[in-house]
């Protein structure tokens, strides 16, 4: 069964720096990975979705890397800012649109 | 631009009452998805469909029902609400995965209904 960890559970740290979340899985049989972010309260919002086949994807400050052979993945965020303050989600999908979540890391950034 | 709506933000309900939560969205999506979120547990799939009329067991459908009678509603039901289904309720859809590059196959999820069963 596929199990989805991510390491910090939380992460403070001052603005301007450069941050990395990480996530690992148990099972690499996967279609693809996404990293979510939600703010408290709300919905999840889609980051960034990495194929099986790719290695990583970027989107302005975001960089998501994917290695499937070691079941890891990670999301850098490059110079973070206050507004980045919310919790990050990484799910897998090994069955074609199911997704599996990690627990999350609640990311605090101070000005 | 993509959405997909829930019919309450906020719903107080009482033990043993049916309780209908609503999702609709509006990307003609085929797959629709109920997960439920808590503290300590995260996100976990209740139920889902990946067309009219089909539906899916997630990981704890125990206590849940669906319906899905149009492509673009998908409604999740608690037959007799208990204390331990108080919870946050996020419903998400997709379309079919294509496996092309880009952020085509991911999930959008709705802003959440938070319940409370007393």
């Known amino acids: 069964k596929q199990e989805v960890t991510q390491i910090p559970a939380a992460l403070s740290v001052p603005e301007g720096e450069n941050l990395v979340l990480n996530c690992s899985f148990t099972d690499s049989a996967i279609y693809n990975l996404q990293w979510f972010r939600q703010d408290p309260g709300k919905g999840l919002t889609s980051l960034l979705l990495?194929?099986?086949?790719?290695r990583e994807q970027t989107s302005g400050r975001l960089n998501a890397s994917l290695d499937k052979s070691s079941g890891r993945s990670t999301l850098y965020i490059a110079a973070s800012q206050p507004g980045d303050s919310a919790t990050y989600l990484c799910?897998?999908?090994?069955?074609?649109?199911?997704?599996?979540f990690g627990q999350g890391t609640e990311l605090s950034v101070k000005p | 631009d993509v959405k997909v709506t829930q019919s309450s933000r906020y719903l107080v309900k009482r033990t043993g009452e049916k309780v209908f939560l609503e999702c609709v969205q509006d990307?003609?999506?085929?797959?629709m998805f109920w997960y439920r979120q808590d503290p300590g547990l995260g996100l976990r799939l209740i139920y889902f469909?990946?067309?009219?009329?089909?539906?899916e067991k997630g990981d704890i459908p125990e206590g849940y029902s669906v319906s899905r009678e149009k492509k673009e509603r998908f409604s999740l039901i608690l037959e007799s609400a208990s204390t331990n289904q108080t919870s946050m309720y996020l419903c998400?859809?997709?379309?079919?995965?294509?496996?092309?590059?880009?952020?085509?196959?991911?999930?959008?999820f709705g802003p959440g209904t938070r319940l409370t069963v007393l």
């Open positions: 990495i194929q099986s086949s790719q």
């Open positions: 990307m003609d999506h085929e797959n």
């Open positions: 469909s990946y067309d009219v009329k089909m539906k």
């Open positions: 799910a897998v999908d090994n069955q074609g649109g199911k997704l599996i």
């Open positions: 998400a859809s997709s379309p079919i995965p294509t496996g092309t590059s880009g952020s085509a196959d991911t999930q959008y």
